[in-house]
């Protein structure tokens, strides 16, 4: 049955890819969105198994992969309780958005290529987290880099795109670089890479040390931070982040599946399936409890000034997965693998909720010309305000009932109290974070649903209308002029349609996830005695940390909750009541302001370090090494020798420099045999 | 198969088809050439379903000898390596002549003559079992390669093959002198009995240095590397195969046959020179190849920087590193042919290299796009292409033995990605910006037929290399026996903490063995 569940996109994918143009869209769109719906029909019994506790870990072998000594990689498609949550994550959320993309992708002329690419995606995904070793992780991980590559790109007559995309593959080439010294450093220290072998041998290697690059650390450290290096770089963490906003180029239902879902979650993945191992290097997972945090409130802090709808929502997924880090960096991964299981619903579905108002608004991502869409497409207004009550926390504590992210963002915040040392940190990060993101939350509802209507200053409306008007009233010339000089606010003559029921079905099931995944499997994921049971031993679950994370005092569980409000009430106080407020915040703060709006200035930063370097470093290796240098005093130079010598042999020579060489090869052979014959 | 000479047949074939080529017309000079080259490939399937595998067997398998004169004989024979090189070789044969059938149109039986005496020579540098034998196919097979740059080629081919040339016979006259010195002292020619034979280790440094120079333009290595982008520009595009696809190969194979066997003190020694070389390969090479305005030099400094992996897996001294660096060699062989067979349909529809004047064929070529996305992504080495499974063995090799090699040359992965990509969405993606670039046709059924069983192999080579490392195992792992006691200790060595419970001390002895003597024992 996992066979089934992993291939069925493969095979739906080779044949949509393949027939393409041959095959037309609609046979493309079936068979694609076909087999990721049978894919999720077979996933859930998986996870329900594993819910009711009545399903073993195990291992379904395929064949050999690379073997070469004592290193053996096998195809293997592994099922545990990790496994099933990831498969319910990507299978729901994959389904639902290829059903999504017949509505948002209608007017596309490559649709085949689309869902192809989407299906590839998942089954990349699925090898991913069904891998019984490193060596398959790392497949699945660098398949979904292509899968994201090729989708950023899809449009790719757009340079932005293709720059995006570029720069999604190569950011995350470093990522993999460790992730390769990574796998190399575990083989050698265990002599094996399959999973639980190395899970099992981990504790014995705890306190040992090793050589790496010429100076002696400890071994389980430099191996742990060789592997983080990796998950950074798919996850976006702060440093190796900077692709993840530029991938926003892709379409939106990409954004949603693979840069908020599922793949960018890959690196908590790798961490929580690795975690024995993590726990024996404390100085691991201090790195890894810091860096969560940075990330969680570098993300935040740009988040709350962007204007472009998708960016809003793609620097709060890298925020969200900084909270996920240090969650597991404490120790508490039941909890990170709970957010990276709810915020894959509430996150797909703000994407998609996104996605349906760009939909409406031809296109424009611009929040600012958006305003007062409550009325105009409501269904998608009421799913996204869900989400957003997901993202932002919203329950009652104390009584503990509320939306998805109330229980998994919480569960880590206690968790990172209760653990205390960097926890401690983590812990007051993670609280201004929450407030952060509610106030961002909020803003981008505020700045779209309410408000008065500013479409008409947008340019993709004002296409929008002009096109109608062509084909409306070919001779009415002044409606050209007239759109040119429209009012700034106002609905323009603009009348957004609500979004077809191909995109709405997908967000409303998205939207029960977003309200109940929470509530429904808190005890499974966080229980201090539900842990136990159903994680089984598959991740290091600590009991006595949730037992802790419980019992914190009274003021940390209503921390959350605080800021939550506190957010809101600012979003609100700033985009609805009073309407200057972020001019005034702007004009008063113009260096904080502009420090975030540039996302920091990493971007600038690593054109200068890295990408301008590499060129010029490239052009002057060729032009003075291989030219200058090489060529001159090598081939060249030997050449001007040998001319200058032709000048005195010419009478008796041709002068052709391959006569001489002929010449000098039959006197070799001659001499070879002379020697041999001797 | 007993006692039946299929490697002189299969040298034969390509020789009666050349002889006749040279005397026909244009038109049955194509048809004799591709006749020929499919029975040497039929042969060369053959050869490789009769090949015993189990690595219980003779690690010489097929042999012939037929004394010519003194020490001297036309002694055949093949282990695993071989074979997989020859396989290469036969497969790659028939596409190149495909892949000229339109685009050589002068001269069209000489052509033809030239490819298949090349054939002939590249299976005699894998099968000889004679010094001597080798020297000859190794020398002798530059000389129709210098033909096809030199008549077939682009505008400045004259300086081309005067440069081809002039490099790699340079090294082979030192490596003629250290062959006769090596007879002279061992007493025989046969390749099987040298391998095994012990110089002394003082004078093995000079041997290996002699074959190195030889060797080192082969591959080729940085600083003598500056003859193949030219070489490349200037060659036909099946020449450019040929010479990415298996010419290349014969300076690992040299160095996996001769001078790692022959002379393993001098290679550990020396090995240091080699990762150094090597890590300036990687990053120099793959950083030019990023402002390169012509396809093929980009193609052609990438292959100087992929070859770089090779040398470093050979001289990781481990089962792993040597397995990767053959898994490279035909990865790369397959994978950069492909590549400059998709330059040579471009070329062949607007006649020039520059990458500027093409782009958006991803619309009017989606079939071509397609393929070359393919390539260019195995040529990245991406997991389920043969490329990946390559490089990752040979850096997993080469980090056993140094992680500082290692990590300089994994960087490699980073910058592939930067200038393959970049390249593709060069010549792929953006507007159609050139009217005549934007008016080509798509792939040919002809083309397709070149591009799409590469593609399949590649394919084969990523998701199952357990087919091709097979056959080579058994000799891959007694040359890592031969290698063993000189191999270099690894830089990582692991020592157990103070806090460990006295009872699992054993653990240290282990671990302390692992990385030095490799883990295959």
């Known amino acids: 049955m996992i066979q089934l569940i992993v291939l069925l996109p493969l095979l739906a994918a080779a044949i949509a890819g393949l027939g393409n143009k041959a095959l037309g869209k609609l046979p493309a769109k079936i068979l694609t969105t076909g087999a990721l719906f049978i894919s999720c029909a077979l996933s859930w019994p998986i996870f329900i198994s594993f819910l009711t506790g009545s399903a073993e870990a195990h291992v379904t072998p395929l064949f050999t992969w690379i073997q070469s000594g004592s290193f053996d990689a096998q195809w293997a498609l592994r099922v545990d309780a990790m496994t099933a949550v990831m498969l319910v994550v990507i299978t729901s959320v994959s389904s639902l958005v290829h059903l999504y993309s017949w509505g948002y992708m209608d007017e596309e002329p490559d649709q085949p290529r689309f869902f192809a690419y989407l299906s590839l995606f998942t089954f990349a995904m699925l090898m991913l987290v069904t891998a019984n070793n490193l ?26 795109a293709n720059a995006a ?3 999604a593959f190569v950011v995350n ?39 790496f690059l010429g100076h002696r650390f400890d071994t389980m450290t430099v191996l742990c931070l060789l592997l983080f290096v990796g998950a950074m770089g798919k996850s976006a963490q702060l440093g190796l982040h900077t692709w993840l906003p530029d991938a926003m180029e892709g379409p939106t239902p990409v954004s949603a599946l693979i840069h908020a879902a599922t793949m960018v979650t890959a690196g908590v993945f790798m961490v929580c399936r690795l975690s024995p191992m993590f726990e024996t290097s404390q100085t691991a997972l201090t790195v890894v409890t810091y860096v969560g945090a940075a990330t969680c409130l570098f993300a935040a802090t740009v988040g709350t000034v962007q204007t472009d709808i998708k960016r809003v929502i793609a620097y709060s997924t890298c925020s969200q997965l900084g909270y996920m880090f240090f969650a597991a960096g404490v120790g508490a991964y039941g909890a990170a693998m709970f957010h990276l299981f709810t915020h894959a619903f509430f996150k797909a579905l703000l994407f998609l909720g996104a996605g349906s108002v760009i939909h409406a608004m031809h296109h424009e991502q611009d929040m600012r010309y958006y305003g007062a869409l409550r009325k105009e497409i409501p269904i998608t207004f009421w799913t996204m305000t869900l989400g957003t009550l997901a993202i932002t926390g919203v329950g009652l504590p104390l009584i503990g009932v509320g939306f998805a992210g109330f229980y998994s963002k919480d569960g880590i915040l206690e968790a990172a109290y209760a653990a205390g040392g960097a926890g401690t940190g983590a812990f007051l990060v993670g609280i201004f974070a929450a407030l952060l993101t509610s106030f961002y939350s909020w803003r981008l509802v505020f700045l779209t649903f309410f408000g008065k ?113 506190t957010g809101l009430l600012i979003a609100w106080l700033a985009y609805i009541k009073n309407t200057d407020w972020p001019q005034r915040f702007v004009a008063t703060f113009t260096g904080l302001y502009t420090f975030l709006l540039n996302k920091w200035y990493f971007d600038e930063l690593y054109n200068v370090l890295f990408v301008k370097p590499a060129f010029a470093i490239g052009r002057f290796f060729w032009k003075f090494g291989d030219v200058g240098f090489i060529d001159r005093f090598g081939p060249n130079g030997l050449a001007a020798l040998v001319v200058q010598g032709n000048k005195v042999t ?12 002929l010449v000098m090869l039959i006197g070799l052979a001659a001499a070879a045999t002379w020697a041999m014959t001797r | 198969m007993d006692g039946f000479p299929i490697l002189s047949l299969m040298m034969a074939v390509p020789m009666a088809g050349a002889i006749a080529c040279l005397f026909v017309g244009a038109n049955s000079a194509r048809w004799i050439a591709l006749i020929a080259t499919l029975v040497d490939f039929v042969l060369g399937m053959a050869l490789w379903a009769n090949f015993d595998q189990s690595g219980g067997g003779a690690q010489w398998q097929f042999q012939e000898y037929a004394p010519i004169f003194g020490k001297f004989a036309w002694a055949l024979g093949i282990d695993g390596i071989a074979l997989m090189l020859i396989a290469l070789t036969v497969f790659l044969m028939p596409i190149c002549i495909g892949a000229s059938w339109n685009a050589i149109n002068k001269r069209v039986g000489e052509y033809m003559a030239a490819f298949l005496f090349m054939e002939v020579l590249m299976i005699g540098v894998f099968t000889a079992q004679d010094l001597y034998l080798f020297y000859i196919m190794f020398e002798a097979g530059l000389i129709p390669m210098y033909l096809i740059i030199g008549i077939w080629g682009g505008a400045d081919r004259i300086y081309a093959s005067y440069k081809f040339f002039l490099y790699t016979l340079f090294g082979s006259v030192l490596m003629l002198i250290a062959m006769m010195w090596m007879v002279h002292e061992a007493g025989t020619t046969e390749i099987p009995v040298l391998m095994a034979y012990n110089f002394d280790p003082h004078v093995q440094t000079w041997l290996f240095l002699a074959f190195f120079a030889s060797f080192a333009v082969k591959m080729p290595m940085w600083p003598v590397h500056t003859w193949l982008p030219d070489a490349h520009v200037q060659a036909p595009t099946a020449g450019s195969v040929i010479l990415a696809g298996v010419l290349l190969k014969m300076g690992g194979y040299g160095f996996i046959r001769f001078s790692l066997p022959m002379f393993p003190e001098a290679s550990a020694q020396l090995a240091p020179l080699v990762w150094g070389l090597s890590m300036v390969a990687v990053v120099y090479t793959s950083l030019v190849a990023l402002v390169q305005s012509d396809m093929k030099k980009l193609i052609a400094y990438s292959s100087v920087a992929h070859m770089a992996i090779v040398t470093v897996g050979l001289f990781a001294f481990n089962q792993a590193g040597i397995e990767g660096a053959m898994m490279v060699m035909l990865g790369h062989g397959l994978v950069a042919g492909a590549l400059f067979l998709c ?35 195995a040529s990245v080495g991406l997991p389920g292409t043969s490329n990946f499974v390559g490089e990752f063995l040979a850096l997993m090799g080469i980090y056993q033995a140094s992680t500082w090699v290692a990590l300089v040359c994994t960087t490699g992965i980073i910058l ?106």
């Open chain 1, 173 to 211: 080439r470093v990522g993999d670089l460790g992730f390769m010294m990574g796998i190399f450093g575990t083989y050698l220290v265990f002599n094996t890479i399959s999973i639980p072998e190395i899970l099992e041998m981990a504790p014995s290697m705890a306190g040992s040390t090793i050589g």
């Open chain 1, 650 to 661: 010419r009478r008796l020579q041709s002068g052709y420099l391959y006569t001489y060489a």
């Open chain 1, 453 to 565: 209507a500013r479409w008409a200053a947008s340019e993709h409306i004002q296409h929008a209308l002009h096109d109608a008007h062509g084909h409306d009233d070919h001779h009415d010339d002044h409606a050209h002029d007239d759109n040119h000089h429209a009012p700034a606010t106002g609905t323009g003559g603009y009348h957004p349609h609500e979004s077809p029921w191909v995109m709405l079905v997908p967000l409303i099931v998205l939207s029960l996830g977003a309200v109940f995944a929470g509530f429904l499997f808190h005890d499974q994921f966080i229980g201090a005695e539900g842990g136990i049971e159903f994680w089984k031993g598959v991740l290091s679950f600590d009991s006595h940390l949730m037992h802790a994370a419980h019992e914190v005092p009274t003021w940390v569980k209503f921390a959350p909750f605080t800021v939550m409000l």
């Open chain 2, 343 to 377: 330059v040579g349909v471009i070329y062949d529809r607007l006649h020039t290299r520059e990458i500027a004047r093409y782009g958006g064929l991803s619309i009017n070529m989606p079939r071509y796009a397609v393929l070359f996305l393919f390539f260019t992504m």
């Open chain 2, 416 to 521: 592939g990605a930067a200038y393959m990509l970049y390249l593709y969405r060069r010549i792929c993606y953006g507007e159609q910006v050139n009217a005549d670039a934007a008016a080509m046709p798509d792939l040919s059924g002809r083309e397709i037929w070149l591009l799409a069983p590469i593609a399949a192999v590649v394919l084969w080579m990523g998701v199952y290399p357990e087919s091709f490392l097979k056959p080579m195992r058994p000799d891959i792992r007694a040359l890592e026996a031969r290698l063993a006691p000189a191999a270099p200790a690894g830089d990582s060595k692991i020592k157990m903490g103070a806090p460990k419970p006295a009872g699992e001390a054993h653990e240290e002895v282990h671990h302390e063995e692992a990385p030095a003597h490799g883990e295959a024992h």
């Open chain 1, 165 to 167: 995309a570029i720069k």
């Open chain 1, 135 to 160: 060596l398959q992780m790392f497949f699945g991980w660098e398949g979904v880099g292509l899968a994201s590559y090729l989708l950023i790109g899809f449009w790719f007559r757009k340079p932005s």
